[in-house]
């Protein structure tokens, strides 16, 4: 009989008792319940099979939307996550987006270009120079909060765009624009028809899998240590500090994080476009983002995919409008024509759902999730 | 009134010093030895699960042994232990064993003055207290105790830095103090387990005492040994008998027999894994995350689930109670005809049960957390075959089994497959049973039957007859001359002034089975007509004022709202259709207040002190009767 001291240890799993928990990790694991291990897979095998079911233009919207939702991510960090309301986002995706376009462009070109289009090199090279530029604003907006910090990052966005605007040599001037990047990774054109996948079905599959990368990295982050110090400066900001949560330093890491998201989807969005000018990263593409994270779910990660594929999906469908409603025109000169439609839609959405559905779409999920979970009872 | 087939009795440990007695403390040992790794116990610590292996177990209960031997503890000795269900109590109460000593078990909802009685009458010389709630009480009566020469708490916030006083150690202290004493003498508690006999006194159990002051009854090694023989290995209970898969939830007092069966011997005898419930409150959060396979309940607890499943089912949302209310009604239907057939389902009630499980029972079970319930069980007190038709209906098995401190709970159980609602079951094979011919008292005789209680000849005398019967104070019956059915409480029973025999607990039952009674004290006796004290169930009662739309302060102004004695009524309507005339409830009084163990109205174990009730709402009794002459 051994005589060494054994104290009680963390339990094994007790097999068809999803309620058991034995430790913490498996507690707070990634997906920590069966169902949801096997919806995210069974969602992940579908998306991987779309591109050998839906046309050429289905898909190049769809990998924009991807785009839009790596994006949605990063402000669903800043804002959803640590709470931090930023209007300031369109100016850090345009970050991105000259950063990776001066890199990949070319070098004999009218505009700055490094002639470097290796997607391993620009993208990380877009999400850290914004992520650097929100480390220089940061100290400004860690200051402020709520309403002043909206106001501050609106400014942001003109100030960026009066730059973007004068400073032709890396835009291209205002009215001109420029090209965005070149996908290819060493070698493999991405975006341009092969052998055996077209241009879009390669967009489509790249964008996928990075969406899947950074989808990952948000929702991993949410639940460490960095990601509940966010949540808790989000709740309380006072009590956080008293947990000893830095809040600067926390402020700090969040706009870093969520810039440096902003950047690689400026990067990808314009790099699947082709061309853009300086006027795109305007406050309404920041009260997109806005609507995506609010219309998805605050605060959760697959909310905010919901929301951005809804929002980056709507103009697909207003599009098909004015063949119903005859009185709304597809030409922007008409009135009322389909982008005013859209913007007034947008606007809608954001109140509609602040009012009827404040947890998003993924609050409509929860809720028929709850509805089925608490089956038999309602409570 | 046949009598049973009685078996020969099966005496254990007949040959004392012979050979190693059988003890749990060997069992536990041999599992140790066995299959070190394999789970033994498990408790939630800072919200999460963690287990203790048979070798960790094991280790403890050896250093708690040790322990015990340090402190001077004899064979024979005392040892008090005050504390909610944890490891610990498991591991305190084998290592008394493993030293010889004999284990107390106090209620932690006893108050001091019931603590003083209980240290002072057995004269346990340790006691282990929980925390500072429970040191406290130790501690007011301490002055009484001499035999009580050290106290050891569990946790010890509120007290360490605090609190000093020259019989206070720490259990971190107390378990060093054993392993120190292990590595000096590593042979000492081996020696003195091999000298166990089986006549050793196990433990002191204390009758919860609805009439006087509790008494001890005496379990001696060989009674123990003879319950986990009978009811254990021989799976009186369950079938297959249960086995190192089997899990249990570990929630009433450990105080009590029905608890102690279900968790200390279970998991020594055969090896069941024994998971502690934080504490009553979270019982039915921890049923949803352990799903025992094997469930013991009281009535109350029972009642109490099935009021919670009708409440959460009229508060669901219109789909739900739709569906909710057609599949209980099938399950209704299914539970009748498993009562016509013993608990064995025919062919057809399997396909409907199948459909209604996909649709409805597995949800609602899994909610329930007995979803991999295969046995369940209720006994400690008289239950009404509705509530158990209930579960049997939803597909949980469901058994009345009965038995009491006096003989280590063995005397008769409702078996898998052949349950006769109604009655406690049949006799165990090995043991004997029979019913009185002069009075109906129902009488049992094994190896099982107690040593007698402690300190108390005359209450001994009284208890066994001198062929060594045990009078059991039961009332019963046979039924189909192989079950038994209990009547009632002897001293319960009821004569009115017209001379006729009411058993109060079955009309009690009756009314308790309604989501709405929480108590029920019948009364009549030398009186014209019976009549009921009722006590309600805040929480349903209070739900439904809600719905009603009916304002309320506290329980008393609830139960003074003219509409809720109506709805009461209403119950008590219903139940009296049933009953013959003399049977029914006349008249009827809500109690104002909640009943409770601290004010002496209710026993540690929750059952009624009719004495106390009738004295301390004795104008409530007067207005009963008020204008009858009697």
């Known amino acids: ?379 | 009134m046949s009598e049973p087939t009685p078996g020969p009795v099966t005496g254990a440990g007949s040959s004392p010093g012979a050979t190693p007695v059988i003890s749990p403390v060997t069992r536990i040992r041999d599992h140790a030895s066995a299959r070190p790794d394999a789970v033994a116990l498990r408790d939630k610590h800072l919200g999460i699960w963690r287990e203790w292996t048979w070798a960790s177990y094991w280790e403890h209960v050896e250093a708690a042994g040790h322990a015990y031997l340090a402190l001077g503890i004899a064979p024979g000795d005392r040892v008090a232990i005050h504390a909610e269900n944890r490891p610990e109590w498991l591991i305190a109460d084998m290592g008394a064993m493993a030293a010889r000593a004999a284990s107390v078990g106090v209620y932690p909802t006893n108050p001091a003055a019931e603590v003083g009685y209980l240290l002072a009458d057995s004269g346990a010389r340790v006691i282990l207290v929980e925390d500072q709630e429970q040191l406290d009480k130790t501690l007011a009566v301490v002055e009484e105790c001499p035999a009580l020469a050290h106290i050891v708490y569990l946790e010890p916030r509120g007290i360490r830095g605090r609190y000093s006083h020259d019989k206070l150690m720490s259990w971190e202290e107390f378990l060093e103090l054993g392993r120190r004493y292990r590595e000096d003498r590593p042979q000492a508690l081996g020696e003195v387990i091999a000298a166990q006999q089986s006549t050793d006194l196990a433990t002191l159990i204390y009758t919860s005492g609805t009439t006087g002051p509790p008494k001890g009854a005496q379990l001696t090694l060989a009674n123990v040994e003879f319950a986990i023989q009978i009811l254990v290995t021989q799976g009186a209970f369950t079938d297959p008998p249960p086995g190192p898969k089997d899990l249990s939830l570990s929630y009433l007092p450990l105080a009590h027999v029905a608890e102690r069966i279900f968790s200390t011997w279970f998991n020594a005898g055969a090896g069941t894994q024994v998971n502690f419930a934080e504490s009553i409150e979270t019982v039915p959060a921890n049923l949803r995350e352990i799903q025992p396979t094997i469930l013991f309940g009281v009535p109350r607890i029972w009642e109490k689930q099935l009021a919670g499943i009708e409440n959460r089912l009229s508060g669901a949302s219109w789909l739900k109670r739709r569906v909710g209310r057609f599949w209980l009604k099938v399950a209704d239907r299914l539970g009748h005809r498993l009562v016509e057939t013993g608990g064995a389902p025919t062919v057809a009630a399997r396909l409907t049960y199948a459909v209604g499980w996909v649709c409805y029972y597995r949800a609602l079970k899994d909610r329930l957390g007995m979803r991999k319930v295969r046995y369940a069980a209720s006994g400690a007190a008289p239950i009404a075959p509705d509530v158990l038709r209930f579960f049997m209906g939803i597909g949980v098995p469901m058994h009345e089994v009965y038995g009491m401190t006096e003989n280590t709970a063995v005397a008769t159980a409702n078996r898998p497959g052949r349950v006769r609602l109604g009655t406690v079951g049949e006799v165990h094979p090995g043991t004997e049973l029979r019913i009185d011919e002069l009075t109906g008292e129902i009488l049992t005789r094994h190896a099982g039957v107690f040593a007698g209680y402690w300190n108390k000849p005359d209450a001994t005398r009284a208890a066994l007859t001198e062929d060594g019967w045990l009078r059991t104070g039961d009332v019963g019956e046979w039924v189909e001359g192989t079950h038994l059915k209990i009547t009632d409480r002897m001293k319960d029973i009821i004569i009115t002034a017209g001379g006729k025999n009411i058993s109060p607990s079955q009309i009690e039952n009756e009314l308790k089975a309604s989501p709405y009674v929480r108590e029920a004290i019948v009364l009549g006796d030398g009186r014209r007509y019976l009549s009921a004290m009722i006590g309600i169930e805040l929480e349903t009662v209070g739900e439904w004022a809600q719905r009603q739309r009916i304002g309320y302060s506290t329980y008393r102004d609830l139960t003074e709202k003219p509409e809720v004695v109506e709805l009461v009524a209403g119950v008590v309507d219903e139940v009296n259709l049933r009953l013959a005339q003399v049977e029914q409830i006349k008249v009827f009084r809500l109690l104002p207040k909640e009943l409770d163990h601290e004010d002496g109205e209710l026993t540690a174990t929750q059952k009624v002190k009719r004495s106390a009730i009738e004295r301390s709402f004795h104008d409530l009794v007067d207005e009963l009767y008020a204008g009858s002459a009697s």
């Open chain 1, 1 to 379: 009989m051994t005589t060494t001291i054994q104290t009680p240890r963390r339990s094994r799993r007790l097999p068809g008792r999803p309620a058991f928990f034995g430790s913490y990790e498996q507690e707070i694991a990634l997906f920590n319940t069966r169902p949801k291990q096997i919806w995210v897979g069974v969602i992940i095998l579908v998306a991987f099979g779309l591109p050998f079911l839906l046309t050429d233009p289905t898909l190049e919207t769809l990998a924009i939307a991807f785009g839009f939702a790596i994006g949605a991510l990063g402000l669903n960090i800043i804002t959803g996550l640590a709470g931090q309301v930023s209007l300031g986002h369109a100016f850090f995706l345009g970050v991105g987006a000259y950063t990776a376009a001066a890199l990949s462009g070319d070098p004999e070109g009218r505009t700055i270009g490094f002639g470097i289009t290796n997607i391993a090199i620009w993208l990380p090279a877009a999400g850290l120079v914004a992520a650097l530029t929100g480390v220089v604003i940061a100290p400004i907006a860690t200051r402020l909060r709520g309403l002043y910090l909206a106001i501050v990052t609106l400014g942001l966005v003109f100030i960026g765009q009066h730059i973007f605007e004068e400073w032709s040599d890396l835009t291209g001037g205002a009215g001109v624009g420029r090209e965005g990047a070149r996908m290819e990774f060493f070698g493999l054109e991405l975006t341009r028809t092969g052998e055996i996948l077209s241009g879009d079905q390669k967009a489509y599959l790249t964008l996928l899998v990075l969406l899947l990368v950074f989808a990952l990295a948000a929702r991993n982050l949410a639940r460490s240590r960095v990601g509940r110090s966010f949540a808790a400066v989000r709740d309380r900001d006072m009590a956080a500090e008293m947990m000893a949560i830095n809040l600067p330093r926390t402020k700090t890491v969040a706009f870093a994080i969520s810039s440096f998201y902003a950047g690689c989807s400026g990067a990808l969005i314009y790099s699947l476009i082709g061309f853009f000018e300086p006027s795109s990263f305007n406050l309404l593409l920041s009260v997109q983002f806005i609507a995506m994270v609010l219309i998805g779910g605050a605060g959760t990660v697959s909310g905010t995919l919901m929301g951005a594929l809804f929002i980056s999906m709507l103009p697909t469908l207003t599009r098909q409008l004015p063949d119903y409603l005859t009185f709304i025109s597809g030409s922007p000169t008409d009135i009322p024509n389909i982008f005013q439609l859209q913007e007034v839609l947008y606007g809608l959405l954001i109140v509609g759902f602040l009012l009827f559905e404040p947890r998003g779409l993924f609050g409509i999920w929860i809720r028929i999730r709850n509805y089925w979970k608490s089956w038999p009872f309602s409570y």
